[in-house]
């Protein structure tokens, strides 16, 4: 059987040695008085931004008595000091931790233990989020470090090896785990990014996804190449409409965009010289509509994963070319797609997505966990997506494996629905999930978000879809929204939609 595979190009090798804080500090000394961050109408030049972090990076070994490899949570908004410590934990030779700040306290804590974190740096937080947490771990506030009585430790080395961050994730197996970053790994991604993407020293990139998710792919991007971020706490449609006078481009996923296109006016919008989008399916349509309404703003597409940073890259040619594919693999990606033996399939057809990259983690923690269960013997990594590699050699993704819906013994992918239901034209968003069911099993359900001003009735949805998928793929029952539940990255939440429609907060409207 021919098998079908997308081999890597010759890959760009970082110089010997090389590691994050080596390459920011060489940014630094070409651009000390350059801007490198704004928020609320301060400025923190790369000059500035090193001297606080390596305030917070003596503070921690003098005063706190954390050791090189010392893992350290930071829990906070979006702000300058937030970055600040982030990087002042790596120059101290430590390994920052980046938490979500949507999670309960007792959660963080239990995440940070997890992963054998003691000690968790806070931003902007509660109080009684702080106080929590310090019941289970030491809690330092970042403004009350490295300002008072500042005293210099000698910085230890750091090489290419070292850890470089824990990016916690349910990773393919489903239960939490931290999925360990070195220096050579985020590196060699930020490389893939800035070969294949124009990031730029003249680009003020816009930076409203939340920093604990979007370091990697947005932030050290940004920074390594000189750029500027325009720092918003949290997203907000006024706040993005506002920051387009000095912004550039920006970072989103495709949930986010569908409110941006609604809520900005597009001559607003169209100050932008580029895009990019990933974490989540992007409709052909919403996609279509930002080309209508924004023809000079150049949208790319990311496809990565926290355990693997950098999986494939669609330029705008590629997306107008195929908008349903996630691009070609990135240089040095191998990326193959293989049945439920893991062995590849044949051209065309659909399987697992499994990607070797330089830019794959190390290992999860805690220790133990099985690397059979998501590597495979030739070094690959199982991704957990589903999906097939074109003719031309374009991926397409056509959902997960843990959301696949098995119907009367068949199987349907959630995202092929929702593709479709975003067809409609009063269809802001939709998401798919699958219900027990008595007869089939289970059953897909479609909750569709309506338009701003718009109204969508659910028998017409179903209808809509019956008329464009095969009889097995067609929803039973659909459900409108006012919101979405989201993640902490903006990308709607499939499981708390499936547990409001099992507890019966959603009324379910059916055919019959």
Same mark, same amino acid.
């Given at each position: 059987?021919?098998?079908?595979?997308?081999?890597?190009?010759?890959?760009?090798?970082?110089?010997?040695?090389?590691?994050?804080?080596?390459?920011?500090?060489?940014?630094?000394?070409?651009?000390?008085?350059?801007?490198?961050?704004?928020?609320?109408?301060?400025?923190?030049?790369?000059?500035?931004?090193?001297?606080?972090?390596?305030?917070?990076?003596?503070?921690?070994?003098?005063?706190? @008595?954390?050791?090189?490899?010392? !893992?350290?949570?930071?829990? /906070?908004?979006?702000?300058?000091?937030?970055?600040?410590?982030?990087?002042?934990? $790596?120059?101290?030779?430590?390994?920052?931790?980046?938490?979500?700040?949507?999670?309960?306290?007792?959660?963080?804590?239990?995440?940070?233990?997890?992963?054998?974190?003691?000690?968790?740096?806070? /931003?902007?937080?509660?109080?009684?989020?702080?106080?929590?947490?310090?019941? &289970?771990?030491?809690?330092?506030?970042?403004?009350?470090?490295?300002?008072?009585?500042?005293?210099?430790?000698?910085?230890?080395?750091? =090489?290419?090896?070292?850890?470089?961050?824990?990016?916690?994730?349910?990773?393919?197996?489903?239960?939490?785990?931290?999925?360990?970053?070195?220096?050579?790994?985020?590196?060699?991604?930020?490389?893939?990014?800035?070969?294949?993407?124009?990031?730029?020293?003249?680009?003020?990139?816009?930076?409203?996804?939340?920093?604990?998710?979007?370091?990697?792919?947005?932030?050290?991007?940004?920074?390594?190449?000189?750029?500027?971020?325009?720092?918003?706490?949290?997203?907000?449609?006024?706040?993005?409409?506002?920051?387009?006078?000095?912004?550039?481009? $920006?970072?989103?996923?495709?949930?986010?965009?569908? !409110?941006?296109?609604? /809520?900005?006016?597009?001559?607003?919008?169209?100050?932008?010289?580029?895009?990019?989008?990933?974490?989540?399916?992007?409709?052909?349509?919403?996609?279509?509509?930002?080309?209508?309404?924004?023809?000079?703003?150049?949208?790319?597409?990311?496809?990565?994963?926290?355990? $693997?940073? %950098?999986?494939?890259?669609?330029?705008?040619?590629?997306? !107008?070319?195929?908008?349903?594919?996630?691009?070609?693999?990135?240089?040095?990606?191998?990326?193959?797609?293989? @049945?439920?033996? =893991?062995?590849?399939?044949?051209?065309?057809?659909?399987?697992?997505?499994?990607?070797?990259?330089?830019?794959?983690?190390?290992?999860?923690?805690?220790?133990?966990?099985?690397?059979?269960?998501?590597?495979?013997?030739?070094?690959?990594?199982?991704?957990?997506?589903?999906?097939?590699?074109?003719?031309? =050699? &374009?991926?397409?993704?056509?959902? #997960?494996?843990?959301?696949?819906?098995?119907?009367?013994?068949?199987?349907?992918?959630?995202?092929?629905?929702?593709?479709?239901?975003?067809?409609?034209?009063?269809?802001?968003?939709?998401?798919?999930?699958?219900?027990?069911?008595? !007869?089939?099993?289970?059953?897909?359900?479609?909750?569709?978000?309506?338009?701003?001003?718009?109204?969508?009735?659910?028998?017409?949805?179903?209808?809509?879809? #019956?008329?464009?998928?095969?009889?097995?793929?067609?929803?039973?029952?659909?459900?409108?929204?006012?919101?979405?539940?989201? %993640?902490?990255?903006?990308?709607?939440?499939?499981?708390?939609? &499936?547990?409001?429609?099992?507890?019966?907060?959603?009324?379910?409207?059916?055919?019959?």
């Amino acid at each position: 059987m021919t098998t079908r595979s997308v081999e890597p190009e010759p890959a760009i090798a970082p110089s010997p040695g090389a590691t994050l804080i080596g390459r920011l500090e060489a940014v630094v000394t070409r651009n000390a008085a350059r801007p490198a961050l704004r928020a609320g109408g301060s400025t923190w030049t790369y000059g500035q931004l090193w001297e606080r972090a390596g305030a917070i990076a003596s503070d921690l070994i003098a005063r706190h @008595d954390q050791a090189p490899g010392a !893992r350290i949570g930071v829990l /906070g908004e979006n702000d300058p000091a937030y970055l600040a410590a982030y990087v002042g934990i $790596l120059r101290g030779g430590c390994v920052p931790v980046p938490l979500n700040p949507l999670l309960r306290p007792e959660e963080v804590a239990t995440q940070l233990e997890l992963v054998g974190a003691s000690t968790c740096l806070t /931003g902007t937080v509660t109080a009684s989020a702080a106080t929590t947490i310090a019941a &289970r771990l030491t809690v330092l506030p970042i403004a009350e470090l490295g300002i008072r009585d500042h005293v210099t430790a000698a910085l230890p080395p750091i =090489g290419p090896s070292d850890d470089a961050t824990i990016l916690l994730t349910s990773g393919t197996t489903g239960s939490p785990k931290g999925a360990v970053q070195t220096h050579a790994t985020m590196l060699h991604a930020v490389d893939q990014l800035h070969r294949s993407l124009p990031y730029s020293p003249s680009d003020v990139m816009l930076a409203f996804l939340p920093f604990f998710a979007a370091i990697p792919e947005q932030i050290w991007p940004t920074l390594l190449a000189g750029g500027t971020l325009e720092i918003l706490p949290r997203f907000d449609v006024a706040a993005v409409d506002d920051a387009c006078d000095r912004a550039t481009t $920006l970072d989103a996923v495709p949930t986010l965009m569908a !409110r941006l296109i609604d /809520g900005v006016p597009a001559r607003r919008l169209a100050s932008l010289r580029w895009l990019l989008f990933a974490s989540e399916p992007m409709p052909p349509a919403l996609l279509a509509r930002w080309w209508d309404a924004l023809p000079t703003v150049r949208t790319y597409e990311f496809y990565g994963m926290t355990e $693997l940073l %950098t999986i494939s890259v669609a330029a705008p040619e590629l997306l !107008r070319a195929a908008p349903t594919s996630v691009g070609r693999p990135f240089s040095s990606s191998r990326v193959a797609i293989v @049945d439920d033996q =893991g062995l590849p399939v044949a051209p065309g057809e659909a399987g697992e997505v499994v990607c070797a990259s330089p830019a794959r983690m190390r290992g999860y923690l805690p220790d133990g966990i099985d690397p059979t269960t998501w590597s495979l013997p030739d070094g690959s990594m199982r991704t957990g997506d589903l999906g097939r590699l074109d003719d031309e =050699g &374009r991926l397409h993704l056509t959902g #997960r494996i843990k959301d696949l819906i098995i119907s009367g013994g068949l199987n349907i992918a959630p995202a092929e629905i929702e593709a479709v239901a975003a067809q409609h034209d009063a269809v802001a968003a939709a998401v798919v999930v699958g219900i027990p069911d008595a !007869r089939w099993g289970e059953t897909p359900v479609l909750v569709a978000l309506p338009k701003p001003g718009r109204t969508a009735d659910p028998l017409e949805l179903l209808a809509f879809c #019956r008329s464009r998928l095969a009889s097995f793929k067609r929803p039973r029952f659909a459900v409108v929204v006012d919101e979405l539940p989201q %993640t902490g990255i903006g990308k709607s939440s499939k499981a708390a939609i &499936r547990e409001r429609i099992l507890r019966g907060d959603l009324e379910l409207t059916g055919e019959g």
